[in-house]
C-alpha cells in the first residue's frame, strides 16, 4: 500500500473517530442531563465507530489512529521512523477536524478551547492505565486477525471509559484534539501535557511486557 493512501486512512480514520467522540458526546449532553447516561450514551458511540474504522483501516494503514500505537510499532520496527512521525502528524491533524466537524455538524463554534478540568495523579495514573491495556489488547490479538483486535479494541475503550476516573483517553492524538472542544468530551488545555506523558509511559510500559509475553509478533501493526 502506497505511503500517502496510509496516511490519507490515518487521517480520514482518526478524523471520524474525534467527530464521533465529540459529536456523541454533545447529543448525549444535549438529550440528558444525567452525566451517568451522558457517559453511557459516548461510551457506546465510540467502542462501535473503533470497531468500525480499525476493520475498515487496518488493512491499508494499520488502522493506528494514536500516536501511543504508532510510538510502539516504531520500537518494534514494524514502520519506519520517518512513516512514524509522518503518521503522527497526520493523526493529530485529523484529529483536530473531526472535532471542528463536531462542533460545525451541531451548530457550535467551530474554534473554542476545552473547559472540563481533568487533572491530578489519579487521572495520571488512569491514563497511564488506559494506555497500558490498549497496548496490550493491540498486541494480544494480532495474531487473531483484524476482527478480533477491532472487537478488543471496542470492547477495552468501551470498559475502560467506566474503569478509570479520566474516561480512558489512552491516545495523545485525542488528548489534543479534545482541548479544542468545551464540550462534554473536552478537557482544559493545560491539562494535556501530563496526560500525554502518562500515556506513553503506560504505552512504554505495554511494550515491554508484551515483548516478554508475545516474543513472536505474527502481523505487523
Keep these: 500500500m502506497t505511503l500517502g493512501r496510509r496516511l490519507v486512512a490515518e487521517g480520514l480514520g482518526s478524523a471520524l473517530l474525534l467527530a464521533v467522540v465529540v ?3 454533545i447529543m448525549a449532553e444535549r438529550l440528558s442531563h444525567d452525566i451517568a447516561l451522558a457517559l453511557l450514551c459516548n461510551t457506546a458511540a465510540t467502542a462501535a465507530i ?3 474504522l480499525i476493520i475498515v483501516f487496518a488493512p491499508i494503514s494499520g488502522a493506528h489512529f494514536n500516536p501511543a500505537v504508532t510510538l510502539v510499532a516504531a520500537l518494534s520496527r514494524r514502520v519506519s521512523p ?3 512521525f509522518l503518521y503522527v502528524i497526520v493523526q493529530i491533524a485529523g484529529a483536530v477536524i473531526g472535532v471542528w466537524l463536531a462542533h460545525a455538524m451541531f451548530g457550535d463554534p467551530i474554534f473554542a478551547l476545552g473547559v472540563k478540568v481533568r487533572t491530578g495523579p489519579g487521572q495520571w495514573l488512569s491514563e497511564g ?3 497500558f491495556g490498549l497496548i496490550l489488547a493491540i498486541l494480544g490479538t494480532l495474531q487473531h486477525g ?3 483486535t477491532a472487537a478488543s479494541v471496542g470492547l ?3 470498559a475502560a471509559y467506566w474503569f478509570t476516573a479520566s474516561t480512558s483517553f489512552a491516545n495523545p492524538a485525542v488528548t489534543i484534539a479534545r482541548a479544542l472542544t468545551p464540550s462534554f468530551a473536552g478537557i482544559r488545555p493545560e491539562d494535556v501535557a501530563p496526560f500525554i506523558a502518562a500515556q506513553i ?4 510500559a ?3 511486557v508484551t515483548r516478554w509475553l508475545f516474543p513472536r509478533p505474527a502481523l505487523s501493526v
Design 23 to 25: 459529536g456523541s458526546g
Design 201 to 204: 509511559v503506560g504505552a512504554l
Design 156 to 158: 477495552y475503550i468501551g
Design 206 to 208: 505495554a511494550a515491554a
Design 146 to 148: 483484524i476482527k478480533t
Design 50 to 52: 473503533l470497531v468500525v
Design 82 to 84: 520517518l512513516h512514524a
Design 129 to 131: 492505565v488506559a494506555t
